[in-house]
């Protein structure tokens, strides 16, 4: 009986299964711990990338209350452009100072005594009178009225007859020999000529100022008239533009960096003249009269402040010029 086949051992269907609850119970176990750890996986990254961008936040915030402002950062570059412009002539002027103390010598006294002097002779007046003093009155003021009015008599009489010129290649070759030859001219020998039609005064340092400062005007106008650019010439006649029209708004605008260029040049030229005019006979006041003054009492301290004074008075009128040109026509295309 026990060979039968209805025994529990020998039924088929009855059979304990061989460990396929356990292998079953043990899958699930696994699949379950695996998703546990991705998911702890995941929550750890999720830290990490919070964690990297509170950091990256913080150093943007310190970076941002770290850098300077951009008024600072103007601030700096334009002291930054002040040293380095102004480094070489305070070196000199510092290595004068020394040497001029330690020599003590009366022809070279040092800049400090120059600055002095100056200040107590001409700068040194009432605020109701922008603390100048009467010989500032006396000195200055003529002489600057006397360059200001022949350095505009020049421009305009050198941009008009330049534009004229330069607009016309007949006018340019038959004026273009004349121009250069009056230009090679030295302007002081002209001066006997001045004196003799104007006689001594004002009139004739006036007259000696313009006809020095007339030529690079006239000629840098000439040619920048003449390097218009055709293309918009071209679209003026096509707008129908009339002569003056387009004088003013093609020819005048090309011409611009070459007139200012000439400007310069002729701004220097005009402060020459206006000192050399009144060293002559017949001069009472001005900086040249003071130069001969001072020079014949043997008051050196006065020719050396004078001396001084022209060079500041050159540099600010110049400086003055280029503010106009880049106002005009911008720092790129300024000459």
Not at 43 to 62: A, E, G, Q, Y
Not at 106 to 115: D, E, L, M, T
Not at 242 to 270: D, K, Q
Request: proline share 7%.
């Amino acid at each position: 009986m026990s060979g039968e086949p209805g025994t529990p051992s020998g039924r088929p269907g009855t059979a304990a299964p061989r460990g396929g609850g356990t292998h079953g119970g043990g899958d699930t176990q696994g699949s379950g711990t695996q998703g546990s750890g991705a998911q702890g996986n995941r929550t750890r990254s999720s830290r990490i990338k919070s964690t990297r961008t509170k950091s990256t936040r913080i150093k943007s915030r310190r970076a941002k209350n770290t850098a300077p402002s951009p008024r600072q950062d103007r601030f700096g570059t334009v002291a930054h452009h002040v040293l380095l412009r102004w480094s070489v002539l305070f070196l000199a002027v510092g290595v004068w100072e020394a040497v001029a103390r330690a020599h003590g010598s009366v022809y070279f006294p040092p800049p400090g005594r120059i600055a002095r002097h100056a200040y107590d002779l001409w700068f040194s007046g009432p605020a109701r009178h922008a603390f100048l003093t009467p010989a500032a009155v006396d000195d200055i003021l003529p002489s600057l009225g006397r360059m200001a009015a022949g350095f505009a008599v020049a421009a305009v009489a050198g941009i008009v007859l330049g534009l004229a010129v330069g607009r016309s290649r007949r006018a340019y070759a038959l004026c273009n020999p004349v121009l250069q030859f009056a230009r090679a001219v030295p302007p002081p020998a002209l001066v006997p000529v001045f004196v003799v039609i104007f006689s001594f005064g004002t009139p004739m340092q006036i007259a000696s100022i313009v006809f020095s400062a007339v030529w690079p005007v006239l000629i840098n106008t000439a040619a920048g008239a003449r390097n218009t650019d055709p293309l918009r010439l071209d679209v003026a006649a096509v707008l129908r533009l009339n002569t003056a029209e387009r004088l003013w708004f093609v020819v005048l605008p090309s011409a611009l960096p070459r007139i200012f260029a000439g400007l310069r040049l002729s701004l220097s030229l005009s402060l020459i003249l206006m000192v050399f005019s009144e060293l002559l006979p017949g001069t009472e006041n001005g900086i040249g009269f003071t130069l001969t003054d001072a020079q014949t009492r043997s008051d050196l301290l006065t020719v050396w402040a004078a001396l001084v004074l022209l060079g500041a008075l050159g540099h600010l009128l110049n400086t003055g010029l280029l503010a106009v040109e880049k106002r005009l026509i911008g720092r790129g295309k300024a000459l």
